[in-house]
Protein backbone atom coordinates (compact mmCIF):
# COMPACT_ATOMS: atom_id res chain seq x y z
CA UNK A 1 0.00 0.00 0.00
CA UNK A 2 1.63 3.72 -1.30
CA UNK A 3 2.36 5.92 1.64
CA UNK A 4 0.15 8.77 1.63
CA UNK A 5 0.48 12.27 3.27
CA UNK A 6 -2.68 13.78 5.15
CA UNK A 7 -4.19 16.22 3.00
CA UNK A 8 -3.19 19.50 5.23
CA UNK A 9 0.67 18.38 5.03
CA UNK A 10 0.32 18.48 1.49
CA UNK A 11 -1.08 21.68 1.43
CA UNK A 12 0.53 23.33 3.85
CA UNK A 13 3.65 22.51 1.59
CA UNK A 14 2.22 23.31 -1.45
CA UNK A 15 2.06 26.33 -0.01
CA UNK A 16 5.47 26.81 1.80
CA UNK A 17 7.02 25.88 -1.27
CA UNK A 18 4.91 29.07 -3.70
CA UNK A 19 5.79 31.17 -0.64
CA UNK A 20 9.58 30.44 -1.36
CA UNK A 21 9.63 30.96 -4.99
CA UNK A 22 7.48 34.19 -5.03
CA UNK A 23 10.33 35.67 -2.53
CA UNK A 24 13.14 34.25 -4.01
CA UNK A 25 11.32 36.07 -7.67
CA UNK A 26 10.58 39.09 -6.29
CA UNK A 27 14.15 39.15 -4.29
CA UNK A 28 15.70 38.97 -7.63
CA UNK A 29 13.59 41.17 -9.51
CA UNK A 30 15.36 44.40 -9.10
CA UNK A 31 18.19 43.96 -11.70
CA UNK A 32 21.07 43.73 -9.34
CA UNK A 33 21.13 47.94 -8.77
CA UNK A 34 20.72 47.69 -4.76
CA UNK A 35 18.51 50.76 -4.79
CA UNK A 36 20.79 53.80 -3.25
CA UNK A 37 23.99 53.11 -1.19
CA UNK A 38 26.18 51.52 -3.50
CA UNK A 39 30.42 50.91 -2.91
CA UNK A 40 33.08 52.93 -4.90
CA UNK A 41 35.42 51.88 -6.80
CA UNK A 42 37.32 55.46 -6.72
CA UNK A 43 39.83 56.71 -4.25
CA UNK A 44 37.51 59.58 -3.42
CA UNK A 45 33.79 58.65 -3.28
CA UNK A 46 30.71 59.88 -5.22
CA UNK A 47 29.55 63.22 -4.45
CA UNK A 48 27.40 63.38 -1.77
CA UNK A 49 25.45 66.63 -2.76
CA UNK A 50 23.34 65.00 -5.32
CA UNK A 51 26.32 66.14 -7.38
CA UNK A 52 26.50 65.55 -11.25
CA UNK A 53 25.28 62.00 -12.27
CA UNK A 54 25.84 59.41 -15.34
CA UNK A 55 23.85 56.41 -14.19
CA UNK A 56 24.27 53.16 -16.45
CA UNK A 57 21.82 50.95 -17.18
CA UNK A 58 19.95 49.00 -19.55
CA UNK A 59 23.35 49.61 -21.61
CA UNK A 60 22.85 53.01 -21.87
CA UNK A 61 24.30 55.91 -20.26
CA UNK A 62 21.56 58.10 -18.82
CA UNK A 63 21.54 60.88 -19.82
CA UNK A 64 23.52 60.45 -22.75
CA UNK A 65 24.23 64.25 -23.08
CA UNK A 66 25.58 65.96 -20.18
CA UNK A 67 26.22 69.41 -19.45
CA UNK A 68 28.52 70.45 -16.29
CA UNK A 69 30.92 73.19 -15.51
CA UNK A 70 34.75 72.61 -15.62
CA UNK A 71 36.30 70.88 -12.91
CA UNK A 72 32.95 69.02 -11.58
CA UNK A 73 33.39 66.20 -10.03
CA UNK A 74 30.70 63.14 -12.03
CA UNK A 75 29.66 59.85 -10.60
CA UNK A 76 28.74 57.45 -12.45
CA UNK A 77 26.40 54.56 -11.02
CA UNK A 78 26.42 51.11 -12.46
CA UNK A 79 22.73 49.85 -12.19
CA UNK A 80 23.43 47.24 -14.75
CA UNK A 81 24.36 43.24 -14.46
CA UNK A 82 27.46 43.99 -15.76
CA UNK A 83 30.67 45.36 -15.64
CA UNK A 84 30.94 49.15 -17.96
CA UNK A 85 33.46 52.14 -18.03
CA UNK A 86 33.43 55.81 -19.01
CA UNK A 87 35.92 56.80 -21.39
CA UNK A 88 36.86 59.82 -22.82
CA UNK A 89 37.10 58.93 -26.55
CA UNK A 90 39.88 61.34 -27.60
CA UNK A 91 42.65 62.52 -25.25
CA UNK A 92 41.92 60.95 -22.30
CA UNK A 93 40.92 63.87 -20.46
CA UNK A 94 38.58 61.25 -18.14
CA UNK A 95 38.43 57.39 -17.68
CA UNK A 96 36.14 56.06 -14.93
CA UNK A 97 38.34 52.10 -15.51
CA UNK A 98 36.18 49.40 -14.63
CA UNK A 99 32.86 49.65 -12.60
CA UNK A 100 31.26 46.33 -11.11
CA UNK A 101 27.53 45.89 -11.29
CA UNK A 102 25.78 47.77 -8.23
CA UNK A 103 29.12 49.91 -7.65
CA UNK A 104 30.11 53.59 -8.75
CA UNK A 105 32.85 55.59 -9.13
CA UNK A 106 33.85 59.68 -9.58
CA UNK A 107 35.69 61.29 -12.04
CA UNK A 108 36.87 65.52 -12.56
CA UNK A 109 35.56 66.73 -15.89
CA UNK A 110 38.35 68.26 -18.06
CA UNK A 111 38.93 72.39 -16.99
CA UNK A 112 38.78 73.42 -20.29
CA UNK A 113 35.22 73.92 -22.38
CA UNK A 114 33.95 71.85 -24.89
CA UNK A 115 32.66 68.85 -26.23
CA UNK A 116 34.37 65.60 -24.85
CA UNK A 117 32.41 62.10 -26.34
CA UNK A 118 32.47 58.98 -24.73
CA UNK A 119 32.46 55.56 -24.66
CA UNK A 120 32.43 51.88 -22.18
CA UNK A 121 35.20 50.35 -23.34
CA UNK A 122 34.12 47.18 -22.77
CA UNK A 123 31.24 47.81 -24.90
CA UNK A 124 32.02 50.43 -27.51
CA UNK A 125 28.54 50.90 -28.81
CA UNK A 126 27.51 52.51 -25.49
CA UNK A 127 28.53 56.39 -26.67
CA UNK A 128 27.70 59.29 -24.68
CA UNK A 129 28.64 63.03 -24.59
CA UNK A 130 29.96 65.29 -21.38
CA UNK A 131 29.60 68.91 -22.71
CA UNK A 132 31.99 71.18 -20.29
CA UNK A 133 31.26 74.61 -19.94
Known amino acids: MPF???SGTVRLGVVT???L???TLLGCSNGGGGGGDTA???ATGPSTGGGT???IQDFKFQPASLTVSAGAEVT???KDTTTHTVTASKGGSFDTGDIAPGKSATFTAPSKPGDFPYT???HPFMKGTLTVE
Do not use: D, K, W
Open 4 to 6: RFP
Open 17 to 19: ACA
Open 21 to 23: ALT
Open 40 to 42: TES
Open 53 to 55: RIT
Open 76 to 78: VVN
Open 120 to 122: CTI
